[in-house]
């Protein structure tokens, strides 16, 4: 490494002029990054509700409603007024009214109550649409111009807007906060006024340069696209600390600047790169997931931690190099307490925290798998105050909950439809129907149909139904009618049937999900472990380690839980690898140093020592990763990034604690494991101490 380092350090300029090169690039092919809002889209190809939507693409034009239309106090006609204008607006592909599932020739005293009731109630009108993904907020605004003030809209396509609208501005207002309190983290944690600002600049140029590499892939999630850069600026600003104070000290040792900076890179090469690769293995855990936003966020996130090394390792002692002078003249006392009373007072409660903690981490663990969890976009639609919530309410207060499916089934038996149809409306949950033989009538020849109605309902040798249900779109009630729905379909057709729609979709998702969290969890562990493993050679450092912060992981996820509140089940798979790669850090700070400190003091005093020596490190990171995640959470008004946001900054919070507290008991108690089981460890004995 230290051949490296000097060649770094004698190339200074060429290695500065390519980092801004890459910079400058990278801003500009990020404006190109395609980011994606549907979740749906990250199914498996072999879902059935993936398949479901592939055929239905391919026979049909439009796909299953996104968009819920009501406008209050209007008569028929204009309520068919209304249908032909809304139709005109470009991105809208199909509207669906009481004109397509009943006969409007008929009185509607005598019309079905249940399927008028579904579109046309005390004088309000609700329509369903679909509306292409592209230029949503386009469509929305010239609907919403057409409806006016008397008017509402609710659905998948409102949610996404929102979504696309809210993820860019909220990424700039989160950073606006973030910078600054970070900054303040470290002016008081650090011995220059001048290289908080060198830090920031060497993780920021970093977090420019993985964004702008995202143009290799398709789209990223909203997800990946709204936390990635906040995710990546918290977790690696540790590397540029490790690599300045290492600095600090050759140059406190009489080294001219330029040695000392290649000595710091050398000795502080493999801390580093361990602490990042410990956060990379925990983010590449995601690549798993057969849910294809993992994926999407473990390879954004891992590649950005990668690039964070590469400008710690060599842009920071650049300019590091170029601009010491100032750093020189900025120089300040440190802020940061001793932390010698702290040491002190640790190990009087070792066994009072590990009794705490042991009648907890049991129920916590229990707890965390029990949440109410969610599923699909109902976490997205933001609080009370939000435009999408208020609409939403209005249109399920008057017309209740509804949920809209899409059956495809084969067209050349129109007796097995009728039948299919007849069985489908005695579900409970089935409002409305239409299709073909409810809206044309089996007695009409298909070739007498206009086409362009015709087309609508049948072509391609598939006939399509639409089933409205009165069930919200995310439950255990649409789910079993989801399921219901299937079985029914399978009696009448076998396997050739295709069922689509939020609940399939989301119903699907959540079989995905599940299955996934299992591999997640062992992967990131096992990985995880390892990597400690061959860090300190030892077989019992990596439970012990990896047990504190899996602790402190079961108690974050269950706060949800005792707060009955709901919680978003990607934010709770996310979170497992995102914590354990983040914060193990901490742990292996802790655990290093008492090594070092084990090896000349016995375990008591050991422990007194590491705790002053890592604290203030320790809570460094933990501040800034924790302020970060708060703040994400509470200004996104996207609900799956603001779990995620608080889930992150409440755990930064608790493994900070778990390592101060329930670490060191631990180790105390579990020393002779640990120098039994780990090559070379070197622990001083009572005989040694003795002697000195």
Not at 64 to 81: C, Q, S
Not at 270 to 280: D, F, K, P, Q
Not at 334 to 347: A, I, R, W
Not at 625 to 646: F, K, P, Q, R, W
Request: net charge negative.
């Amino acid at each position: 490494m230290h051949w490296l380092s000097n060649k770094i350090i004698k190339h200074k300029i060429a290695v500065l002029i390519a980092f801004v090169i890459a910079t400058i690039l990278s801003v500009v092919l990020a404006k190109g990054v395609v980011v994606n809002y549907d979740l749906m889209k990250y199914l498996p190809s072999n879902a059935p509700s993936t398949t479901a939507l592939e055929i239905m693409d391919k026979a049909f034009d439009t796909a299953p409603p996104n968009l819920r239309i009501l406008i209050k106090d209007v008569t028929i006609p204009e309520a068919l007024d209304y249908k032909d204008k809304i139709s005109k607006v470009p991105g809208v592909k199909e509207i669906n009214w009481l004109d397509d599932s009943a006969n409007l020739d008929e009185p509607i005293e005598i019309m079905d109550k249940k399927t008028l009731d579904t579109w046309y109630k005390d004088n309000n009108a609700l329509f369903s649409a679909y509306l292409d993904s592209e230029n949503l907020k386009a469509s929305l605004s010239e609907i919403k111009s057409i409806i006016g003030e008397n008017g509402a809209m609710s659905g998948d396509a409102v949610s996404t807007s929102a979504a696309q609208e809210a993820s860019g501005s909220e990424v700039n207002t989160m950073m606006l906060f973030i910078v600054p309190l970070i900054l303040f983290i470290l002016l008081i944690t650090t011995s220059s006024w001048f290289e908080p600002i060198l830090f920031l600049t060497a993780i920021g140029v970093a977090i420019l340069i993985n964004n702008g590499t995202n143009i290799i892939f398709d789209d990223v999630s909203f997800i990946t696209q709204t936390s990635s850069s906040i995710l990546q600026l918290a977790v690696s600003m540790d590397y540029s600390i490790f690599l300045l104070h290492r600095f600090a000290e050759y140059r406190a040792e009489g080294e001219n600047v330029k040695d000392a900076m290649a000595k710091a890179m050398a000795k502080s090469f493999s801390s580093i790169l361990a602490s990042g690769m410990t956060t990379i293995l925990g983010f590449a855990a995601l690549i798993f997931m057969k849910f294809g936003l993992g994926p999407d966020m473990g390879v954004v996130l891992g590649k950005g931690i990668v690039f964070s090394l590469l400008s710690v390792m060599f842009l920071l002692p650049v300019m590091t190099v170029f601009t010491y002078k100032i750093i020189d003249k900025t120089h300040h006392r440190s802020f940061v307490p001793s932390f010698t009373g702290l040491g002190k007072l640790v190990p009087k409660l070792f066994l009072p925290v590990i009794i705490l903690v042991t009648l907890l981490i049991v129920p916590s663990f229990l707890a965390q798998q029990h949440n109410t969890f969610l599923y699909g976009n109902a976490v997205m639609t933001g609080d009370e105050t939000s435009d999408v919530w208020k609409d939403t309410n209005e249109i399920d207060t008057l017309y209740g909950k509804s949920n809209q499916l899409v059956l495809l089934i084969p067209s050349d038996d129109i007796g097995s439809q009728i039948e299919l149809t007849s069985d489908l409306k005695k579900l409970p949950e089935v409002t409305s129907i239409t299709g073909y033989t409810e809206t044309v009538g089996s007695a009409i020849p298909m070739e007498y149909i206009p086409t362009d109605v015709l087309n609508k309902l049948v072509t391609n040798g598939y006939s399509r139904l639409i089933i409205d249900t009165n069930t919200d779109q995310e439950s255990d009630h649409a789910f079993e009618v989801v399921t219901k729905i299937r079985e029914i379909s399978k009696e009448h057709y076998g396997d050739q049937y295709y069922l689509a729609g939020g609940s399939v979709n989301v119903y699907d998702m959540k079989e995905t999900v599940t299955a996934d969290n299992k591999v997640v969890t062992v992967i990131s562990i096992l990985g995880i472990g390892l990597i400690i493993m061959l860090t300190f050679r030892s077989l019992s450092i990596p439970i012990i380690l990896i047990l504190a912060i899996e602790s402190s992981i079961w108690i974050n996820l269950s706060v949800p839980y005792f707060a009955g509140s709901g919680l978003a089940y990607i934010g709770f798979m996310i979170i497992n690898s995102v914590q354990l790669g983040a914060t193990v850090d901490y742990a292996i700070l802790f655990a290093n140093r008492y090594m070092e400190n084990r090896r000349v003091l016995g375990k008591r005093d050991a422990i007194s020592a590491t705790i002053s020596n890592t604290t203030a490190s320790i809570l460094t990171s933990a501040s800034i990763l924790s302020v970060s995640g708060i703040i994400l959470g509470t200004i996104s008004s996207n609900g799956v990034i603001g779990e995620l946001g608080m889930l992150i900054g409440r755990g930064a919070a608790l493994s900070a604690v778990m390592v101060l507290f329930f670490l060191p008991g631990l180790l105390y108690f579990g020393d002779f494991l640990i120098r039994k089981s780990t090559v070379g460890a070197g622990f001083i004995t009572k005989k040694q101490q003795e002697a000195d």
